[in-house]
């Protein structure tokens, strides 16, 4: 339910006290076609930009409060108002331009769901449906895209997205376990 434009469940306030951190790390690499899933990933990977990732994560219980509990057609409708609000909340990383790109990619995921069924198909089928796996000798030869994942984004820009760059998307896909790194 909304309250003072805020999100909050029936716990009120303390559903967001959790660690964002260590929520998103349980998450990252764990193979997931949940839509709402997908969203909270892709709107970390926006706010991560010039951040750690840690810097970022660690903001998800905000995200969720901010964002209508990070339901998609709610934060697809919200205006300017909202995005001033979200950008006056102390507790937020108060960037304008990763806030209305978190409203835009929910404008744009309620497209692709429309087109494909589901944000997740729509990822899903670049892979055909079966995580990629990259391989690499040793860790620092981890490389941060790669050529699937430079398309996707790619794709993901000619569809509205912002915040999307290659290195945005791979990691993107990565916390999704869409894409998983193996040495």
């Not at 929520?23 to 706010?47: K, M, R, S």
């Not at 339901?71 to 006056?88: G, L, T």
């Not at 860790?139 to 398309?151: C, G, I, Y």
């Not at 290195?167 to 193996?182: E, K, L």
Request: proline residues 4%; contains cysteine; charged residues 20%.
């Amino acid at each position: 339910m909304l309250k003072g434009g805020i999100y909050m469940d029936a716990h009120d306030q303390t559903c967001w006290q959790s660690n964002g951190t260590k929520e998103y790390h349980a998450y990252f690499g764990t193979p997931t076609h949940n839509d709402h899933i997908l969203f909270e990933l892709l709107t970390v990977g926006v706010f991560q930009v010039g951040l750690s990732w840690q810097a970022a994560a660690s903001k998800l219980p905000v995200y969720r409060r901010v964002f209508a509990g990070m339901d998609i057609a709610k934060v697809a409708a919200f205006d300017q108002a909202d995005i001033e609000r979200i950008a006056a909340e102390p507790a937020m990383i108060r960037n304008p331009q990763k806030i209305r790109a978190t409203v835009t990619n929910a404008r744009a995921i309620l497209a692709v769901q429309h087109e494909f069924g589901s944000f997740a198909a729509y990822l899903w089928q670049f892979v055909n449906q079966v995580p990629l796996l990259i391989k690499y000798q040793a860790p620092e030869d981890v490389d941060h895209q790669a050529p699937l994942t430079t398309k996707v984004a790619k794709d993901m820009k000619r569809r509205g997205f912002k915040y999307v760059g290659p290195i945005v998307t791979h990691m993107f896909m990565r916390a999704a376990g869409i894409v998983q790194v193996m040495d």
